[in-house]
């Protein structure tokens, strides 16, 4: 686009992309702020203002005008499930950001009503009943009346599903089905399952009725995939850890990214971890991959990271702050040992799902072990994920062994639940972000999306600034709390370091690759509740537009259509943008309207059942009452 004083004047080595009249966050200490930047092969070849890019402007340049506009580097999340999460995207219906169960379930009813035979609707994860209205879970009795006919599952966190009565009969739960360990069937008093189940303490249950539904499959995992890439550049991610997890097998799994990267048609960088899915067949896994391939094995776009985050389910705690803390299995570092060794002795980085820091604790008593054979430090990345309770003495080992830390906003979701369990005193140092930057630790930041929180990265941003759940309620206080660089950097430049990218990733400066978002607010400006509700108007993954919205609409790579036709995300979308935060009067005066629509509709019901007269409710002032 033609703009004043900038005109094409480069002949040989033109820039590809040049973007202007911007308010840029480079990431760079040694030039923190810019206004303009080129591109040129993917990579940043200038920073600076208009005069410094405007010699690299030639005939076929792409010129943008950020009007202004905030611009940081993008936004890489250090723990996302990106591969499950892309095989499952446009089958489930997303509650994430929706504001009221109200709402939720007009979306589940208008989608029951569109799912063909032998669908299910499946609403799974990035939603917290404390982000109603109305401060609960739906009921199995709503489900049904929605979807009388249609299964449905709704997921709630790592804690419960609730299915409809055709869900039952289409995952085979009867009386007679036995409760799975660690699960449980919630019965009525005539035996028959109720529609709930219950992780206690495993989600094993849900996970595994959840696998029950139909899958994608052929053409249209790729479209599935592509267009839940498209909606993480939405929120200005251009890269993601993808941490693995059960019933993500490899290669099976993964052959989808693979496909996609080899056609140059990934909008998302990521960096993979492998998991063995197989208790007893862990070392014979690992074994396995390490003797064929190391990591950093691949490309800019796609490559091996390492082993995690389970290593033997053995070791793995669980994250159900509704359940006590799990006690883990006597003798189980036998195994876990042989696996460490293994990985350290083939260069192999590693990444461990740990809750608690009574996991912790016994891990790195394994990792001591093998410190005294020179295995520890040995120049290989592994890390701790999750770490909610973890010790400053465990952190102090940590620092000692070379490890680092992955951190995620779950408690954005289950902060309220970890309350009930442990206490504000508890929850106000869960996890220890201060402490971890205190002791030099690399700390990345992550969602875990998409099964309980949302991928959204600004709810995580607003988290990690706050201390606030998406409930409003306060965890941490601002002992305990980052400032917004900070929480940036952990998004940006740490991620990076724990792919061993950071030379190249997440900050713009020559010579770094050209991603990038140009932010629909100011992220350094605005009140701390905005946040939540940034989005990106223009996201550049190695120099190519891969999301453009607003001004920019249309700038980007078309996508093939949506498919299934029915899908979810054809109709309504994935993140439902919520309102914009309001003030105290106004939040009140929202509070109430709800109350009054759930008055009318428990009016509805006493009415339908004969305990009230059918009155419709008219205005009444007894003022006018002669």
């Not at 009249?21 to 993917?42: C, F, K, M, W, Y």
């Not at 290989?380 to 999750?386: A, I, T």
């Not at 120099?543 to 078309?558: K, S």
Request: charged share 25%; glycine share 10%; proline share 6%.
């Amino acid at each position: 686009m033609p703009v004043g004083g900038l005109v094409p004047q480069a002949t040989d080595d033109a820039a590809e992309l040049v973007v202007r009249n911007a308010r840029i966050h480079t990431g760079d200490p040694s030039r923190p702020h810019a206004e303009a930047l080129a591109v040129r092969d993917g990579v940043i070849t200038v920073v600076g203002d208009d005069k410094d890019v405007a010699p690299h402007i030639g005939a076929a340049t792409k010129v943008i005008d950020a009007l202004g506009r905030r611009m940081v580097p993008g936004l890489n999340d250090a723990h996302l499930h990106v591969i499950r999460g892309g095989l499952n995207y446009v089958l489930e219906l997303r509650w994430d950001g929706v504001p009221t169960l109200r709402q939720g379930l007009a979306m589940l009813r208008e989608q029951a009503a569109r799912t063909p035979k032998g669908q299910w609707v499946r609403v799974v994860g990035g939603w917290s009943a404390e982000q109603f209205a109305e401060r609960r879970l739906p009921t199995v009795a709503e489900l049904n009346a929605a979807a009388p006919d249609t299964p449905v599952f709704v997921l709630h966190l790592y804690q419960s599903a609730v299915l409809n009565r055709a869900a039952l009969k289409a995952a085979g739960f009867d009386r007679d089905t036995p409760d799975p360990k660690g699960g449980q069937i919630v019965r009525g008093r005539d035996g028959e399952p109720t529609g709930m189940l219950l992780a206690a303490p495993s989600a094993l249950i849900l996970y595994s009725t959840l696998a029950k539904a139909p899958a994608l499959e052929g053409g249209d995992r790729k479209t599935s995939t592509r267009h839940f890439l498209r909606e993480l550049n939405r929120f200005g991610l251009t890269s993601a850890i993808d941490a693995a997890g059960g019933f993500q097998n490899f290669p099976d799994n993964y052959a989808t990214v693979i496909e996609l990267a080899e056609a140059g048609q990934l909008s998302l960088r990521i960096a993979y971890h492998l998991f063995p899915q197989t208790p007893g067949q862990e070392i014979d896994d690992l074994t396995r991959w390490t003797e064929t391939a190391r990591p950093e094995d691949g490309d800019e776009w796609l490559r091996l990271n390492g082993a995690g985050e389970n290593l033997t389910w053995a070791a793995a705690d669980f994250e159900n702050f509704t359940q006590p803390r799990p006690e883990l299995a006597a003798g189980y570092e036998a195994e876990f040992e042989k696996a460490v060794r293994l990985l350290m002795e083939s260069g192999w980085g590693f990444r461990l799902h740990a809750t608690y820091d009574e996991t912790i604790r016994r891990d790195l008593a394994v990792f001591e072990k093998l410190a005294a054979e020179g295995l520890f430090p040995a120049g290989n990345r592994w890390l701790f994920d999750h770490a909610e309770t973890v010790s400053a003495e465990s952190l102090d080992r940590i620092a000692a062994l070379g490890g680092a830390m992955s951190v995620q906003n779950r408690l954005s979701f289950q902060g309220e639940a970890f309350v009930r369990r442990y206490g504000p005193g508890r929850a106000a140092d869960a996890p220890p972000i201060r402490a971890m930057l205190d002791r030099g630790l690399t700390v990345g930041a992550g969602t875990d999306a998409t099964r309980v929180s949302t991928y959204n990265p600004w709810v995580a941003l607003h988290w990690l600034v706050s201390g606030r759940t998406v409930g409003d309620l306060a965890l941490r206080p601002p002992a305990n709390r980052v400032d917004r660089q900070t929480a940036l950097d952990m998004f940006t430049r740490a991620g990076a370091a724990l792919t061993g990218e950071d030379d190249v990733k997440g900050v713009l400066r020559p010579g770094s690759y050209a991603d990038l978002a140009i932010l629909s607010g100011d992220y350094f400006t605005v009140p701390e509740p905005e946040i939540a509700h940034i989005e990106s108007l223009l996201t550049v993954t190695g120099g190519r537009i891969v999301y453009a919205a607003g001004e920019y609409e249309g700038l980007d790579e078309e996508l093939p259509p949506v498919s299934p036709a029915w899908s979810p995300v054809a109709h309504f979308g994935g993140y439902q943008a919520s309102r914009r935060a309001a003030g105290a009067g106004a939040r009140q005066a929202a509070s109430l309207g709800e109350v009054v629509a759930e008055s009318e509709q428990h009016r509805q019901w006493r009415a339908a059942r004969g305990l009230t007269p059918d009155i419709a409710t008219t205005p009444f002032d007894p003022c006018f009452v002669l």
